[in-house]
């Protein structure tokens, strides 16, 4: 009997694949967790987003895609938008607070695709955890940035433009590497340009990289364009686009929107003002601009360079287009939002490449180890160096808003008393005009077509470099040809912007208009607006020529003298200011006087003060305030019969400021 001996088996062991997917989603859910409650600390409502709100309630109440009824003018460029809202609001929601959710569930869908951007395309050899650690840079920078937070919630479509834009290049990428699929990114890039202009140049962007990438890899060379599946891919963006605005033309009049004409300026000014705005993005999210040439880097990669090239395609081109158009006038970093999502993934993969150099071993963990460190560094400075100051803007917004409501409110109000519809002129014009509801004409021009194709700036006001306002645009001729009921400026009794300096250049201004002041007791709020005169009021106005010394630039100096008083150490400046700005000014202008009045009266001298506050009724009846002063110091002398006489002139002319 042979014995045989037993033989071993070999277990073959199937070594399973750890699954990270837990990992991964735990790990977004605590960013999206993160960013969230990093939104919500900004809990406000950008005035401007109340300009989209009076189109979507409008729209939906049948008076059609318009600022003022019966005025077909595109003051917004963010039509998706619009309609999206338009659609909530029609389905029951709470279209303005449903603003902001639908802003932050776009903002975590980007964040999210952020992340798999890196995942999916841009793997390196290693572990499948090292890549999990490398992709994960990015939507950390992008949970603790100050500026993605706080636009999220503002009410503007900049957090569903960011998605779709980030959405887009996801598949875009996608669809590189796969042929034969549906089209999906020139869809989503058709939406984004339906939500922001700039949507087009992330397309137009696309469609160069195509090209390059269609030279460079495909064997048919350039003829590949041609191709069924390309053709089908451009189509499907193009056709719908052109169906837009030839749809555009046909309601509005015009191929773009009415901000673009109301925008436009000299190429050098916008230059300069947008390499500002981009030099403030460079500082506060790119170390004073190292890290915006990290991206760079990441175009030495063979592997991925068509990929890499994409991304750096987009992040310097469109940074191009921002400065050229001259940056944004809205605070902080709002245009260059979108582009995060993009920056912070080159920042990433420039930064492993550059840890790469120094790692002699070519060890892969070290550098996505590295990379990640530095972004939860670099993300935990961000965050600590800007929330209080993102606080403030949007507390300072709220404010905002809070007073633009308020008066907003009394004029709707005043226009039921009145019976008829009022007109009124502003420079702020988001929540006064939506709760308003009454005719508004934006003197700057973005919802307003005539300021907009024709302007007629002022050589004295708008040589001016040290305004600061970026819109130039004015027709003060034409504003007061449509004889507004009341022109509201949101400094008060001061002019700041270019259109409201032009108006105090006009003998009509001056001639029919007056400061009136209103108090409303439940919200213990006080304010100021210009408001028509009657033509038998008006009788006795000498005009400018009057005044041999008169120069259109004297109310440069008034605004000077207000900014002056501001400084106590500096009031006689201010003093010598107002003189100068009064024997510059029309002759029948009082308040010059008025404002050294005050101050005499701030310190103690009250003789000078009832000189002045007597100069300027005397030259203007009309001054309220000068008269409720003088009221009090009749009254404080035991003078009870010219107090009462100024009591009366106080009641006349702004009833509405006892309420």
């Not at 451009?234 to 052109?242: F, K």
Request: contains cysteine; aromatic residues 18%; positive net charge.
């Amino acid at each position: 009997m042979s014995t045989k001996k037993p033989v071993k088996k070999q277990a073959v062991q199937s070594k399973k694949k750890a699954n990270y997917k837990p990992v991964i989603y735990g790990a977004l859910a605590l960013l999206a967790i993160i960013l969230y409650y990093y939104c919500k600390n900004f809990n406000f409502i950008q005035d401007d987003s109340y300009i989209t709100y009076r189109y979507v309630k409008n729209f939906t109440e049948g008076a059609g895609l318009v600022f003022n009824i019966s005025e077909r003018v595109e003051g917004y460029t963010c039509f998706l938008w619009v309609i999206l809202l338009s659609l909530l609001k029609v389905t029951g929601f709470n279209f303005i607070s449903s603003s902001q959710t639908v802003g932050i569930f776009a903002s975590i869908v980007t964040l999210i695709f952020t992340y798999f951007i890196s995942a999916k395309f841009l793997q390196k050899d290693g572990s499948p955890l090292n890549n999990i650690l490398l992709a994960f840079t990015a939507p950390v920078l992008l949970a603790a940035n100050g500026a993605f937070a706080y636009w999220t919630v503002s009410g503007m479509e900049t957090g569903l433009f960011g998605m779709l834009v980030t959405l887009g290049i996801y598949y875009y990428l996608k669809e590189l590497k796969q042929k034969g699929q549906f089209p999906w990114s020139s869809v989503i890039f058709l939406l984004a340009s339906l939500t922001r202009p700039e949507g087009n140049l992330v397309f137009a962007i696309t469609i160069l990289h195509r090209i390059i990438y269609g030279i460079k890899n495909e064997p048919e060379g350039v003829k590949s364009l041609l191709k069924k599946n390309s053709l089908t891919w451009l189509a499907a963006y193009v056709i719908p686009a052109i169906i837009y605005m030839l749809w555009r033309y046909s309601y509005y009049g015009y191929f773009f929107p009415n901000t673009f004409y109301a925008k436009t300026g000299s190429p050098l000014e916008n230059f300069k003002a947008g390499w500002d705005y981009f030099t403030g993005f460079a500082q506060s999210y790119g170390i004073y601009g190292v890290l915006l040439a990290l991206p760079l880097v990441t175009l030495r990669s063979k592997q991925k360079f068509y990929e890499y090239l994409y991304l750096v395609l987009i992040l310097y081109i469109y940074s191009a287009y921002v400065i050229f158009i001259g940056g944004d006038v809205l605070r902080p970093n709002r245009f260059f939002v979108p582009l995060l999502p993009v920056f912070y993934i080159l920042v990433q993969e420039g930064l492993y490449g550059l840890t790469g150099l120094f790692d002699k071993k070519k060890t892969f963990t070290y550098s996505a180890a590295v990379c990640l460190l530095f972004g939860i560094g670099f993300a935990y400075y961000t965050y600590n160096g800007e929330k209080d100051q993102m606080k403030k803007y949007s507390e300072l917004e709220n404010g905002l808003v809070e007073k633009m409501k308020i008066s907003g409110t009394w004029l709707k109000t005043k226009q039921s008393q009145a019976g008829r519809p009022l007109t009124v002129a502003a420079t702020t014009i988001g929540a006064i005009s939506y709760y308003s509801e009454v005719i508004l004409i934006d003197m700057l021009g973005l919802t307003d077509k005539e300021i907009a194709h024709n302007p007629k700036p002022i050589p004295e006001i708008s040589s001016n470099q040290q305004i600061g306002w970026k819109e130039r645009q004015y027709n003060v001729d034409y504003v007061l040809s449509r004889k507004p009921d009341y022109i509201y400026f949101s400094t008060g009794i001061k002019p700041s912007a270019y259109a409201e300096r032009g108006l105090f250049t006009s003998d009509e201004f001056m001639k029919y208009y007056y400061p009136y002041y209103y108090s409303i007791k439940e919200f213990k709020f006080n304010d100021i607006i210009y408001k028509r005169k009657t033509d038998s009021e008006t009788k006795d106005y000498a005009g400018s020529s009057a005044n041999p010394n008169y120069k259109k630039s004297f109310v440069n100096l008034y605004n000077q003298a207000m900014n002056t008083t501001k400084d106590k150490t500096k009031l006689n400046d201010a003093i010598s200011l107002y003189m100068q700005a009064a024997a510059e000014g029309p002759p029948k202008w009082g308040t010059p006087y008025e404002m050294i009045a005050e101050i005499y009266l701030q310190q103690k001298n009250t003789n000078k003060a009832f000189e002045n506050y007597k100069k300027a009724i005397e030259l203007d009846d009309y001054n309220v305030i000068s008269h409720y002063y003088l009221y009090q110091i009749y009254l404080e002398n035991g003078d009870t019969v010219n107090a009462e006489k100024s009591l009366d002139k106080v009641k006349k002319y702004s009833p509405d400021i006892f309420n």
